[in-house]
């Protein structure tokens, strides 16, 4: 390796330059600086090689046969420095898998999610996980999580999403023929879709101002899935405590009818949604695109 070939690099990539637009005033154009900086440079690589490069006269300029091999591999050296900043754009490019984890309740929404998200971002896959259990992001593989708590853990960054509420609801034909429950003990007497592995002991809790009131509730039918749930109280199955956001599309197209208006429901799965993600994940493409979409279509504080 020659010592002095670093500090030729810019020399010939001007060579190359030159050769490529004909003349030095084209050439000067391209790289930005004056033609005489360019007849400079050329010189001096045409000294370092002990080489004539060009034939000049007043209205032409030729590369000649030396010049024609040597610009052979200073074209190459031209090609190499644009391909580094080609491949600064591929490694900056979002890509790669991104995990995230959500609640149950939540997969009807963000599964309608993914489809515009994959379109937009070709190089990135997604695996939604969906699970009421709080996974820990610190020793998990999990790079985003979307959790309902009004305390974020300490140690993530935390952006906001919605408040998720619950709401007593049921069809029009169910309540045609059961009726309407006006005090949380009449559930006592309807059948209840409960949104849970298992109905055995569940207990539903309102309160009203400075008044609680808890009631154990049964019925033929539970899922852990809300869109289940959702289903089968549009199906007339009976009085379902459904998520706002599941619901809402339902009423307000009055195949759903709100009951218990007065009370409050007072639940586990309820409260603020947040983005989760670890702060040294901070500065990964892939992970800012996914949280800024995710933002866009899921933020609304209420």
């Known amino acids: 390796m020659h010592k002095g070939h670093i500090e030729m690099l810019p020399y010939m990539a001007a060579f190359a330059v030159v050769v490529e637009t004909g003349s030095f005033v084209d050439a000067s154009t391209k790289l930005g600086v004056s033609a005489s900086a360019v007849s400079r440079q050329i010189s001096k690589l045409e000294r370092a090689l002990s080489l004539r490069l060009l034939e000049r006269s ?3 300029l030729k590369v000649n046969e030396d010049g024609a091999k040597i610009y052979s591999h200073c074209k190459a050296v031209l090609h190499s420095s644009s391909r580094v900043f080609e491949l600064k754009d591929e490694l900056v490019r979002p890509q790669g898998l991104i995990r995230v984890s959500a609640p149950k309740m939540m997969n009807n929404i ?3 999610l993914v489809p515009e998200f ?3 971002y070709p190089d990135i896959n997604v695996q939604f996980i969906f699970d009421n259990s709080e996974i820990n992001l610190i020793s998990s593989e999990i790079d985003l999580s979307i959790r309902i708590t009004d305390s974020p853990p300490l140690g993530l960054i935390g952006r906001k999403l919605f408040k998720v509420g619950y709401i007593l609801c049921a069809s029009p034909e169910y309540i045609d023929e059961f009726g309407v429950p ?3 003990s009449d559930l006592a007497m309807h059948s209840c879709i409960v949104m849970s592995e298992d109905s055995a002991g569940e207990k539903w809790e309102f309160k ?12 033929r039918y539970c899922s852990n899935d809300s869109e289940a749930v959702l289903e089968a ?3 007339n199955l ?5 998520p706002v956001a599941v619901a809402d599309q339902a009423i307000k197209e ?5 009951v218990l208006t007065s009370w409050d429901y007072v639940g586990a799965s309820q409260g603020m949604a947040w983005l989760l993600y670890q702060p040294n994940k901070h500065g990964s493409q892939k992970l800012k695109v996914m949280v800024d979409y995710l933002l866009a279509k899921l933020y609304c504080v209420s």
């Open 58 to 60: 007043t209205r032409h």
């Open 110 to 112: 963000c599964n309608q």
């Open 118 to 120: 994959l379109r937009k």
């Open 182 to 184: 006006l005090h949380p």
């Open 208 to 219: 009203k101002g400075a008044e609680k009131f808890q009631i154990g509730v049964k019925g």
């Open 233 to 235: 109280t549009l199906s």
């Open 238 to 242: 009976g009085v379902a405590c459904l």
């Open 254 to 258: 009055m195949r759903l009818h709100t």
